[in-house]
C-alpha cells in the first residue's frame, strides 16, 4: 500500500494512494470519498520529531570512502527542517562549492519503541521510502562532523510516498541517477547493519517515535550536483523520487519547503 501525506481543503492528512485518487486514512475528518489527485497538494510524506542517519553503512562505500568498516551502526542526525518532498528543489548552499547527492533507503517507525531486539524490529516498521542525504562534502571535510555539511534547508529529500508491503528490504536494487544517467547502483543486500538492525540499535539510544526516519546509508557512486540538475533516487518495490537542484541566490534568499 502506498501511503501520502496530502493537504486538501485546509486540512493535512495521510491518505491511500490510487491510480486517479486518494482516500483519507484520518477516518474522523469526515473525508470517505475517493478524492481526485489534481485536488490535493502532495506534502513530504512523513513530519519527524527526529532523522536518524547511518554513516559508512555498505561495505563497498566504506571502501570508497577509504574509510574501516564500522564494528557498530555509527549514527549522525539530520534536523527535520532540512526535508523536502518529491519535485521540490535541492537549494546548493553559498557557503559550499560541493554538495553530493546520497541515494538511501529510509525506514518510517510506525509506533513508539525503546529497546527493541532485532527479530522484532519489523513490528515497528510503518514502511519505507526514497531519500536523498544531501551532503555539503567540502564542509563535512572541513568540519569533521556533519551537523553542518547535512543540515542546510532542503539536503533531506524524501518521498514521495511510503511504501507499506517490502517483502524483504535487505533485497532491493537503488539506483541514483543524475539528469537520467546512474551513478549509483547498489544493492541493499550490501549494508554492514539491515534496516532491522539499524532500528534496534538507535532504539537501544533512544525512543522512537511514530513518524521518525533512518537513513540506511548511501551505496557507492556519490558526486557532486549543479545547479540545473534533475537528481531521481529509484528503489525497487519502494518508489521513485525526483528533484531538482538550484543555487542559492543571497543569504537573505528566502525558499518554500512544504512541511
Request: hydrophobic share 40%; proline share 8%; glycine share 8%.
Amino acid at each position: 500500500m502506498r501511503v501520502v501525506r496530502v493537504q486538501y481543503a485546509g486540512k493535512t492528512f495521510y491518505a491511500t494512494l490510487e491510480p486517479d485518487h486518494v482516500l483519507c486514512l484520518n477516518k474522523d475528518m469526515g473525508l470517505n470519498d475517493p478524492i481526485p489527485l489534481d485536488q490535493v497538494a502532495l506534502l513530504p510524506p512523513v513530519a519527524p520529531s527526529k532523522i536518524i542517519c547511518a554513516a559508512l553503512n555498505y561495505h563497498a562505500h566504506a571502501e570508497e570512502m577509504g574509510k574501516t568498516v564500522p564494528e557498530e551502526p555509527v549514527l549522525f542526525f539530520k534536523p527535520p527542517s532540512s526535508i523536502i518532498g518529491a519535485w521540490q528543489s535541492i537549494v546548493l548552499p553559498l557557503q559550499s562549492s560541493r554538495v553530493d547527492y546520497e541515494g538511501e533507503l529510509a525506514v518510517v517507525i510506525g509506533k513508539p519503541c525503546r529497546r527493541v531486539g532485532v527479530a522484532e524490529a519489523s513490528e515497528y516498521i510503518f514502511g519505507y521510502t526514497c531519500a536523498n542525504d544531501v551532503t555539503a562534502r567540502d564542509l563535512q571535510t572541513k568540519d569533521g562532523l556533519y551537523g553542518r555539511a547535512k543540515g542546510f534547508d532542503t539536503f533531506g529529500p524524501i518521498g514521495p510516498w511510503i511504501e507499506t508491503e517490502v517483502p524483504d528490504p535487505a533485497a532491493l536494487t537503488l539506483i541514483t541517477r543524475v539528469n537520467g544517467e546512474v551513478r549509483q547502483e547498489g544493492s541493499t543486500g550490501d549494508m554492514i547493519f539491515s534496516a532491522w538492525e539499524l532500528l534496534s540499535f538507535a532504539s537501544s539510544v533512544m525512543t522512537l517515535l511514530p513518524g521518525d526516519v533512518i537513513l540506511t546509508g548511501t551505496p557507492p557512486g556519490i558526486g557532486p550536483m549543479r545547479p540545473g540538475d534533475e537528481v531521481q533516487v529509484e528503489i525497487s518495490e519502494v518508489a521513485l523520487l525526483t528533484n531538482t537542484v538550484t543555487a542559492e541566490q543571497s543569504q537573505d534568499s528566502e525558499f518554500t519547503v512544504l512541511q
